[in-house]
């Protein structure tokens, strides 16, 4: 079992930073695949951004490419989520997720389908 608390969140204003932190608990998170993904209001859940166990392995959205950086410290078992330049539609409870060991796919951690383990969401809000 892997259990995931987010947090960093918070009210900011457009083109401010923040970094979201996920720290994991569960032996297996040095082997496990995590991202991050977000719902804004009025939307379902989506992809922001996966990485790999090895961290040699990253995927982003469109939509963040260039301003968010996903990274992870295995030693410390927590992943990171580095926003820059936010924008009011960043605005969303953003969640932790970790896939269970297996091979990077593509195609599967930038899907919410892919992970198995959910964090309860950290709330992002950015004001114009």
């Known amino acids: 079992q892997v259990q995931l608390v987010e947090s960093g969140g918070g009210l900011v204003q457009a083109g401010d930073s923040l970094r979201l932190s996920c720290a994991a608990s569960?032996?297996?998170?040095?082997?496990?695949?995590m991202g991050w993904f977000r719902q804004r209001p009025g939307k379902e859940r989506e992809f922001v951004a996966a990485?790999?166990?090895?961290?040699?392995?990253?995927d982003y959205a469109d939509s963040v490419k260039a301003r968010f950086t996903i990274s992870r410290d295995n030693a410390k078992n927590t992943v990171y989520l580095q926003m820059n330049s936010l924008k009011p539609e960043d605005t969303a409870v953003y969640y932790c997720?970790?896939?269970?060991?297996?091979?990077?796919?593509?195609?599967?951690?930038?899907?919410?389908?892919?992970?198995?383990?959910w964090g309860q969401g950290t709330q992002v809000t950015v004001s114009s």
């Open positions: 997720a970790a896939a269970k060991p297996a091979l990077y796919s593509r195609s599967a951690y930038t899907s919410s389908g892919g992970y198995d383990y």
């Open positions: 990485i790999s166990w090895s961290s040699v392995m990253k």
């Open positions: 569960g032996r297996t998170f040095s082997s496990s695949a």
